[in-house]
């Protein structure tokens, strides 16, 4: 069955690859600036997973990574004229730096107080990216970033979103499907006993949210690039809260969840704003969908339906 199963998820896998090398070949500008855009959010919900769906915690500030990987990227490409590959790996090194601070500090707390933490946090990034005017550009935002001219074409950028997104996507993978990510779901699930059998949980939630951190930078750089621009919104507390239910509606115990629940949040926005200027009110009610009917998401769906469906056959 477990064989089977991780067939039919290869298989998948490997058609949505296909589809996604072959969107430029619709020739639509719009197109592949959705898609593109819907690839970095993907990234962004499954970074998050990381904390709430395999270790248990909920964050609320988890905008501020995303947001500190793209202002290193947009200012060491801009301000100071790096080269492409420099200042990406620099801007995912200046977030593992922030994320590993920060999770000394949460990771002391559980619950309530550490999402609020997190919060906390998240505010003191978008404080200084708005007050800090001279470097951040502050509420008008940092504008004109210098995308190397390798990537400066539609379709080119989109084959570099497509290969660094999916390159992390099977890294993050491979580590929530190792001994650590396993260890990560049983601290989940009763953190006590994974303590009374020697287990440092503390260390493992901190690896947690490291780990989250990281990838949320490597999105938010690509994102900066992307907009050729980088403002304050994308360290403030809705981004978080936003990010958060994409990881709701698509299924947080669900590895793919997230990325499916970015993709159908992201798209029912675009359609919804173009006919009504109610959206708030639109995810208001997706929210509570998903909270009374919905606990698993889109994918916890498509299983019951699944299910129904062999047990009436």
């Known amino acids: 069955m477990t064989d089977a199963m991780s067939r039919s998820t290869m298989a998948g896998c490997l058609m949505s690859l296909a589809m996604l090398v072959a969107v430029p070949l619709f020739h639509s500008a719009y197109v ?10 993907a990234l962004f919900a499954l970074s998050l997973n990381v904390i709430i769906g395999y270790s248990g915690n909920v964050s609320f ?18 301000t100071y004229g790096w080269a492409l590959v420099p200042s990406f790996v620099v801007s995912i090194f200046v977030t593992i730096v922030a994320a590993s601070f920060v999770a000394y500090f ?22 200084i ?60 699930e009763n953190t006590v006993r994974a ?30 690039m992307f907009h050729r621009g980088m403002y304050v919104e994308s360290a403030f507390w809705t981004q978080s809260a936003t990010v958060l239910i994409m990881t709701l509606l698509g ?15 992201f798209i029912l926005e675009r359609v919804t704003n173009e006919y009504t200027e109610y959206w708030p009110t639109v995810l208001g009610a997706i929210l ?3 909270l009374l009917f919905l606990p698993d998401g889109l994918v916890g769906l498509v299983r019951k339906v699944r299910n129904y469906v062999g047990r009436t056959n």
Do not use: Q
């Open 129 to 188: 990216a708005f007050k800090w005017r001279s470097v951040t550009g502050g509420d008008d935002g940092f504008v004109g970033i210098l995308v190397p001219e390798l990537i400066n074409h539609r379709v080119h950028f989109y084959y570099f979103t497509l290969l660094v997104v999916t390159a992390a996507i099977v890294l993050l993978w491979l580590i929530c499907h190792s001994a650590f990510g396993r260890t990560l779901v049983a601290v989940r």
């Open 106 to 127: 949460c990771t002391r707390l559980t619950d309530i107080y550490f999402a609020m933490l997190t919060l906390a946090f998240s505010m003191l990034v978008w404080a």
């Open 61 to 78: 500030g988890h905008a501020a990574y995303f947001a500190i990987g793209g202002y290193t990227n947009a200012i060491l490409l801009t």
């Open 288 to 290: 509570l969908v998903i």
């Open 32 to 41: 592949i600036d959705v898609v593109t855009e819907i690839l970095i959010y």
């Open 195 to 224: 303590g009374f059998i020697g287990v440092n949980t503390r260390l493992m939630r901190w690896w947690a949210f490291v780990i989250a951190g990281t990838f949320a930078g490597i999105a938010g750089a690509i994102f900066a």
């Open 251 to 265: 299924g947080m115990f669900s590895f793919f969840g997230p990325a499916i629940g970015a993709a159908a949040l």
